[in-house]
């Protein structure tokens, strides 16, 4: 989820492609994981491969904004991830233990009002929520975005969350001196625009691990690290809404291509799609699961 124009689809794609059989995740894990419906005409996965296409052809075309649903139902994208067994579990209970997940990719807009955001009733079927904020949306970033009129996000970090609090204490019930309890990957895209600010060392820049489970201790450092990047950004309002709300955050930092596109021509950089740290909210919300291990 987040506001009009914070990357969501295109993360999304992205995220599909890191995914996607043979692709770095699963390597890395050693894990068969499949995507479902991307050959339906209508499905989301379908709709994010042709952009993914379009994105990775010599055009290089940024996708359009995501429209409102306006009541046409549109089918989420579905993956399922194997984790093959051995030994004793293998001979106990079978050859693979396995989840299935799903992403539904919203439209910015809804959640610029919370009159509109109470309509997502879908949320009462989430296990854990992805949140993107655009790092130029921070009151300390105002004018800095290359991004055209258009294209920037209007509405404020802290209203966003504001209003997928508002949703989440009403699907789940939840009271108003309770916190919720539901886990939220917060994620600042487009950290690449801001690498002149952070140091080659810092934990924000380094580059995904390779090993084969999720690094708790590297995940704290980067939550820090971003954390006092909003704080200095002058996202306070935001931090002090999430520790209010909040049983369980993480802030996460990525880029889903790598280096900003030309936003007059919207299409990427010639180098292409360069992910940086794109599967790492996800993972995150699998290690909670206790789907795949966590060290540290």
């Known amino acids: 989820m987040g506001a009009r124009s914070s990357g969501?689809?295109?993360m999304l794609a992205v995220l599909m492609r890191?995914?996607?059989?043979?692709?770095?995740i699963g390597r890395r894990f050693k894990h068969v994981i499949t995507v479902y419906g991307a050959g339906e005409e209508n499905g989301q996965a379908a709709k994010l491969k042709n952009l993914l296409d379009q994105m990775e052809s010599t055009s290089g075309q940024l996708p359009p904004q995501t429209q409102?649903?306006?009541?046409?139902?549109?089918?989420?994208?579905?993956?399922?991830?194997?984790?093959?067994?051995?030994?004793?579990?293998?001979a106990a209970l079978g050859d693979y233990k396995s989840?299935?997940?799903?992403?539904?990719?919203?439209?910015?807009?809804?959640?610029?009002?919370?009159?509109?955001?109470?309509?997502?009733?879908?949320?009462?079927?989430?296990?854990?929520?992805?949140?993107?904020?655009?790092?130029?949306?921070?009151?300390?970033?105002?004018?800095?975005?290359?991004?055209?009129d258009d294209q920037r996000v209007e509405t404020s970090?802290?209203?966003?969350?504001?209003?997928i609090t508002e949703v989440l204490r009403q699907n789940e019930r939840v009271k108003r001196n309770r916190k919720i309890k539901q886990p939220v990957a917060v994620v600042i895209s487009k950290i690449d625009a801001f690498w002149e600010e952070v140091p080659q060392n810092n934990p924000i820049r380094h580059p995904?691990?390779?090993?084969?489970?999720?690094?708790?201790?590297e995940?704290?450092?980067?939550?820090?690290?971003?954390a006092s990047l909003v704080s200095h950004w002058g996202g306070d309002g935001l931090l002090t809404m999430l520790d209010t709300n909040y049983a369980n955050y993480r802030f996460f930092g990525l880029s889903a291509l790598g280096s900003e596109p030309n936003y007059s021509t919207q299409r990427i950089d010639e180098r292409g799609i360069i992910p940086h740290r794109?599967?790492?909210?996800?993972?995150?919300?699998?290690?909670?699961?206790?789907?795949?291990?966590?060290?540290?």
């Open 68 to 90: 409102q649903a306006a009541g046409e139902k549109t089918t989420p994208v579905v993956f399922e991830w194997k984790i093959p067994r051995d030994g004793i579990a293998k």
């Open 219 to 226: 995940a704290k450092s980067m939550h820090d690290h971003i």
């Open 278 to 296: 794109v599967g790492e909210p996800l993972l995150w919300l699998m290690a909670e699961r206790g789907f795949i291990p966590r060290q540290g």
């Open 157 to 163: 970090p802290e209203n966003v969350l504001h209003a």
């Open 99 to 148: 989840t299935v997940f799903s992403f539904y990719d919203t439209a910015g807009e809804d959640l610029a009002v919370d009159e509109r955001a109470l309509s997502m009733t879908y949320l009462l079927a989430t296990d854990g929520i992805i949140l993107l904020l655009d790092p130029f949306s921070f009151p300390g970033n105002a004018g800095r975005s290359k991004a055209l």
């Open 8 to 10: 969501k689809t295109v």
């Open 208 to 217: 995904s691990s390779k090993l084969p489970y999720f690094d708790e201790e």
């Open 18 to 24: 890191e995914l996607a059989t043979n692709g770095p």
